[in-house]
């Protein structure tokens, strides 16, 4: 399959070197679904292939892990959802390693969705643009090692941040459109700041979905205007460093009819670590960069229906309130 072929040579530097009891939690929307389509379409594998948790199996097969994982299908917000509940298990000591495995490709299926729903932008996606009319849809695969600070103080193992909290809500509103007036994200935003113990006043960027759809674009810059006071940098993050899915752009620097809060927007390179989680890595841990703030106190929030506020500490990312994991 497609997220098969971007996972195994991601997967295989961890293959064997996996603390015992690490739980997988695999984020995904459709999975290994073209499995489907290939025997709908010509009679290939069977139907049961494209499942889900077959897909975790063979995910755990090629890092040598037995036990049970876990699956969390969010759509856009999968890997956030999966962060934020692995920081939660790590956070409450049910457990104190886990590896989120992120993926999602490009199929007939996924495209024909987003082209039924007329979300697609034939030029190309232009996030918070004014002439912004959809999306574009990009596949990737990654991976994010969340461990508690004591086990890998116990077992020497380099931290590179921290996730400091995290904050989710549903807004109930429709199968596919945000609440206009961005409540729902306006919740899970001071949810992640409450559970990190910080103000809207200490964050100096924010990641946002940024998808390039009318609403959505929208939506969110309502929402930060609810929260914060000051105007955080704006980034966006590419498809092939942040989650799969993401709208991409070349655009930059281009202001939004929203009282000016996208003055200044940052296009990063593609090929970068454009936020404060970039997933892979040769170790198989994370590498952690905030995003560019003129603050002394860097702080990152992402938004992609879930929030997750990470916070640089030194060399390192780690993980959970009260320092609580490491990432």
Known sequence: SRVMRMLTPLLAPLAGTLPEG??????????????????????????????????????????????????????CASSSVAIAQGAALIASGERDSVLVVACDAVTEFVYAGFASLMALDPEGARPFDKARKGLTVGEAAGTVWLMSEDRARRENRPSLGEVAGWGMSCDANHMTGPSRDGSGLVRAIEKALQRAGLRAGDIGSVSAHGTGTLYNDSMELKAFQTVFTHVPEIIRTS???????????????????????LDYYDALPTAAPASCISRGGGAGVPHCRPAPSPRSRQSCLRTSGVCRHLRRSGDACRSGPGNTGHG
């Open 239 to 261: 498809s092939q460093v942040d989650r799969d899915l993401r709208a991409r752009s070349d655009a930059a620097r281009r202001s939004a009819s929203t009282s000016g809060w």
């Open 22 to 75: 690490t739980l997988i939690l695999l984020a995904t929307t459709t999975g290994e679904v073209d499995l489907l389509e290939r025997e709908m379409l010509s009679g290939g594998p069977s139907e049961d292939q494209s499942r889900l948790d077959v897909l975790l199996g063979r995910i755990q097969s090629t890092l040598g892990v037995t036990g049970p994982g876990r699956i969390i299908s969010a759509a």
